[in-house]
């Protein structure tokens, strides 16, 4: 079999080009595996993050032929032998090859105010919750963070939108603190402001390139829009929340 | 201070943002002191978030009759009796009221139909144990435990390597190393340092572990004095995946025979109802991985050397229900349905039992101010660790590690010095591989290293196997003593590859020594030249530590249980090894 074709990124914050290598094929291969052989065999200077190797970690992630995807869970046989070009995620800065900083992430999970039980449920040891109750929220547990949802939000993406907007892997965070059984907060204040969330117009990019499948727009954002729609356009839902303080329960 | 390095300070440092070490700096920082946390990937990273099964701990909320007597009695019978029962108790009475914790920091478990948290039937554990969500525990655990982290007030240093601890006299005075980013050196100054590196399965190329698993805690820890104990002790999980190539140990969870998978060889029998006829297919993982290996010895394997893992009896919705990570694995990755066809697998290395000599009860090592937990530390697992038991390990012993840590630093006075000449000496380590006259590419070592260890130190070893696989490896390190690579410290994988490969080829000899020395089969240490327990090696555990610059290695007595433990351990015969 002929040598696989690879134009990868190389570069940094100055500048770079895409760089040609020849991979010899292996059964089963997956770009990450490429990756690795440059390393090994070619330029022991070529950056990437990975850490799992299995579609857990999320630290992969790049743009393969112009889609985001996880370098490990993207098998090169999928491309029938044509050139496959290798870029960095477009949306955070680039540090060096494939590499970009997500710190800008880390900075906003901090601002999202965390889980937080009531004091009766905090002194309680054993918590009873259905199955009913918590299935819905494994989705957003699923996420692994590889971030390739916030390099397809166009907020992001075409109009740099971080000063505005979360993106959807918060949307998908706080979904899962609003929706907990047992938490006790409200985050719509923050969704209508910092979190940005009237900037998602529903184009469902995000949940296109999900390598784990969360319905990101209609499962999270769409219940959390309705939700901060009622908190902050409903006078009835502002009185009660003047007065009553707990978050009360919700359809969606 | 020097001016070539960043200082940073504070009174405990956690190197490692695992389950451990997340864990260790919540209690730390509850404790009243500055936490710094280092970690070489992104926080949540870690190799935790790779468990699939569960954590294992007596809730009793599917079997009632489990408690933490039982789960003790499991626990020492799978390590074979060479574990530190004190650990084991701290351990079995303290899980349940982790897990409980996790989930009062947001964590979410599957569920009994009553509410309760599920739990699922793990390889030699007497009842149903494992609390699990589906088959991500670990991410789960992982994200849980990093959302409380980052509100507790700790400082977190994202890939950063750290390569040596430094030393006032005799006690920690903190680390250094580099940020990976920029490749700036980077002085930690910490009146205390917890260790919660994880484990070295990298050493080996069939390796479930991610590039992380390169040991750098426990060779820093040996170099700054500690003592390494049991380090033959490397645990086979018995199910990684073979095919395609890509993927060779991928892990395929003890979760899919837990929800009833059948393990069959090329000729379609139920192997493992010879080798272990009470718990057949979940049986300990030393037993499962032997067999397999045995299987395949006699000409019985699947075409890529393993056995058949068959789940396809199950209804394929409660198969994509329970196991979703596996259907996709498998799925995308090997072109199979699980649903409809048998996994190919065998076993590959998973996890390392050995690692640094702890106090049972605070996670501090021979080196005063240094802690450790996880897997990094020795002593819980013993000869083999159950399934499920690391995670529940990573939480009740990185929290008493980060209490004992700030509890420690509260009585020391003052921050310990830190010597520049140390620091310094590290630096030209770290430097020579640009600046020395060296020319061997460090994957190639790396690739040697994994040559000789699948060779000479595998799932079955014998005394002259071992001491030729020595005398490699003794050749080998001479030849790291020469790496060479091109290009600057800015993000440069190649120069980080060559302080990895250095702490692996340390870790390697420990390995080599201490499974020489111990001429009996335990566990996970399979020698085919002593094929039987032996009860005198019964009594001992291995011990490495460096002495005059060189590696020696000795034996300590296995700590004795008092009568009431004891009893706890009786009643079941411990699982004989497959000869």
Redesign the interface.
């Known amino acids: 079999m002929a040598d696989q074709i690879f134009h990868v990124f190389r570069g940094?914050a100055k500048g770079g080009d895409l760089k040609e290598y020849a991979v010899p094929p292996?059964?089963?291969?997956?770009v990450l595996?490429a990756m690795h052989h440059i390393?090994?065999?070619f330029d022991?200077?070529?950056?990437?993050?990975?850490?799992?190797?299995?579609?857990?970690?999320?630290?992969c992630s790049a743009e393969i032929n112009g889609k985001p995807r996880l370098m490990c869970?993207t098998?090169v046989d999928d491309f029938h032998g044509a050139p496959i070009t290798v870029r960095p995620i477009k949306v955070f800065p680039l540090?060096?090859?494939l590499?970009t900083d997500?710190?800008w992430n880390?900075r906003v999970?901090?601002e999202i105010p965390?889980?937080t039980?009531s004091a009766e449920?905090?002194r309680s040891?054993?918590?009873?919750?259905?199955?009913l109750?918590?299935e819905r929220?494994?989705e957003f547990?699923?996420c692994?963070?590889c971030f390739l949802c916030q390099d397809v939000c166009h907020v992001l993406r075409e109009h740099h939108g971080t000063d505005r907007y979360y993106g959807p892997r918060f949307m998908v965070r706080i979904a899962a603190?609003e929706m907990?059984p047992k938490?006790t907060l409200t985050r719509t204040d923050l969704l209508a402001g910092k979190g940005g969330i009237g900037y998602c117009n529903i184009t469902k990019c995000c949940e296109e390139v999900c390598p784990e499948s969360i319905h990101i727009t209609d499962n999270a954002i769409i219940p959390l829009k309705e939700r901060t729609a009622d908190d902050h356009f409903d006078p009835w839902r502002a009185l009660l929340r003047a007065f009553g303080g707990r978050k009360e329960p919700r359809g969606t | 201070m020097a001016d070539w390095y960043d200082e940073r300070q504070y009174d405990v440092l956690i190197v490692g943002a695992g389950g451990a070490g997340l864990r260790a700096a919540i209690a730390a920082a509850d404790g009243g002191v500055s936490v710094g946390l280092v970690c070489k990937s992104l926080l949540g990273k870690a190799h935790t978030v790779m468990a699939e099964g569960g954590i294992a701990a007596a809730l009793g909320n599917v079997d009632s009759q489990d408690n933490w007597e039982v789960h003790f009695g499991d626990t020492m019978r799978g390590g074979q009796m060479i574990n530190d029962y004190r650990m084991v108790e701290f351990f079995a009475k303290e899980a349940p009221e982790r897990v409980y914790e996790l989930e009062h920091w947001g964590g979410l478990f599957d569920r009994t139909p009553d509410g309760r948290i599920l739990q699922r039937p793990f390889g030699a554990h007497t009842y149903r144990r494992l609390c699990h969500v589906g088959d991500r525990t670990g991410l789960e655990m992982i994200r849980t435990l990093q959302d409380k982290a980052i509100h507790c007030g700790i400082d977190v240093h994202m890939e950063v390597t750290l390569t040596r601890l430094l030393k006032d006299g005799d006690r920690i005075a903190g680390a250094f190393g580099y940020v990976r980013e920029t490749g700036r050196f980077v002085v930690f100054r910490a009146k205390a340092v917890v260790l919660a590196t994880g484990g070295w399965g990298k050493l080996y190329k069939v390796t479930s572990n991610s590039w992380e698993c390169t040991g750098d805690g426990c060779a820093m820890a040996y170099e700054a004095g500690a003592e390494l104990m049991d380090m033959e002790m490397v645990q086979f999980h018995p199910t990684g995946m073979v095919w395609p190539p890509g993927v060779k140990g991928i892990l395929v969870t003890e979760a899919v025979r837990g929800e009833g998978g059948i393990l069959r060889n090329s000729e379609g029998e139920r192997f493992m109802e010879r080798y272990d006829p009470v718990k057949k297919d979940l049986s300990s993982r030393d037993v499962v991985a032997r067999s397999i290996y045995k299987e395949v010895q006699a000409g019985r394997g699947t075409p890529h050397g393993g056995a058949w893992l068959e789940i396809t009896h199950l209804d394929a919705e409660a198969i994509k229900r329970k196991l979703p990570s596996m259907w996709e694995q498998f799925h995308k990755l090997a072109d199979i349905d699980i649903t409809k066809s048998p996994m190919e697998v065998a076993p590959t290395i998973h996890y390392v039992m050995g690692g640094v000599r702890v106090e049972a009860g605070t996670g501090q090592s021979t080196v005063p101010g240094l802690f450790a937990a996880g897997e990094v530390a020795a002593g819980l697992h013993g000869a083999n660790r159950l399934g499920g038991n690391s995670l529940s390990d990573l939480i009740v012993f990185g929290k008493r590690a980060g209490e004992h840590a700030a509890q420690y630093v509260k009585g020391v006075s003052g921050m310990p010095r830190v010597d520049d000449a140390q620091a310094d000496e590290e630096r030209t380590l770290l430097r020579r591989p640009f600046e020395g006259d060296g020319s061997e590419n460090p994957y190639a070592v790396h690739e040697g290293l994994q040559a000789i260890m699948a060779e000479h130190a595998g799932i079955a070893r014998t005394g002259e196997g071992l001491q030729q696989g020595l005398d490699k490896l003794l050749a080998l390190q001479a030849r790291a003593e020469r790496l060479h690579v091109g290009g600057s410290m800015l993000f440069n994988p190649g120069w980080h590859e060559c302080r990895d490969v250095r702490f692996m080829l340390t870790l390697a000899e420990a390995i080599f020594r201490c499974a020489i020395e111990r001429r009996e089969s335990r566990g996970s240490h399979w020698r085919l030249d002593f094929p039987d327990q032996n009860a005198d090696w019964g009594q001992k555990n291995m011990i490495a530590v460096k002495e005059n610059g060189r590696m020696a290695v000795r034996t300590r007595p296995v700590p004795q249980m008092p009568p009431e433990l004891a009893k706890l351990v009786q009643g079941q015969t411990v699982v004989k090894s497959v000869r």
Not at chain 1, 26 to 30: A, L, P, T
Not at chain 1, 125 to 131: A, D, L, N
Request: with cysteine; charged share 35%.
């Open positions: 940094d292996m059964e089963g291969m997956v595996d390393q090994a065999h022991s200077t070529l950056a990437c993050r990975w850490n799992c190797k299995a579609a857990k970690c999320g630290s869970k098998r540090l060096k090859d590499v997500v710190s880390y999970n901090k965390p889980f039980p449920d905090a040891k054993e918590w009873r919750m259905t199955p109750d918590v929220l494994f547990r699923k692994i963070e603190l907990h938490d």
